[in-house]
């Protein structure tokens, strides 16, 4: 029931901005956290970024710190991810998942398809 669509990717030169966005829809029982993740070609799925939707704890993983933002809309029931300073090794297929908590890539409970970064350099 639980349904998470991603939007917002594209091809974008180093050191622009994309923004991108997770509708959620359905019952988000269990779903406490919501997390961005990408995979690169011939790389393992990584943590981006996470956010509680009570309180709007949010959590980064090193690579982005400081240049990435997640943000959520609890009423429009949508995630966000925010990426300035783009660079070509942010290039990867980003999915947004939900789950009890952040950063555990192996602890979601749903995945939306992805969608695609392409940083140029």
């Known amino acids: 029931q639980v349904q998470l669509v991603e939007s917002g990717g594209g091809l974008v030169q180093a050191g622009g901005s994309l923004r991108l966005s997770c509708a959620a829809s359905?019952?988000?029982?269990?779903?406490?956290?919501m997390n961005w993740f990408r995979q690169a070609p011939g790389k393992e799925r990584e943590f981006v970024a996470g956010i509680f939707w009570s309180g709007g704890s949010t959590y980064y993983a090193d690579s982005v710190k400081g240049r990435f933002t997640i943000s959520r809309d609890n009423v429009k029931n949508t995630v966000y991810l925010q990426m300035n300073s783009l660079k070509p090794e942010d290039t990867a297929v980003y999915y947004c998942?939900?789950?009890?908590?952040?950063?555990?890539?192996?602890?979601?409970?749903?995945w939306g398809r992805g969608t695609l970064v392409t940083v140029s350099s």
């Open positions: 359905g019952r988000t029982f269990s779903n406490n956290a």
């Open positions: 998942a939900g789950g009890a908590v952040v950063r555990a890539v192996g602890a979601m409970n749903y």
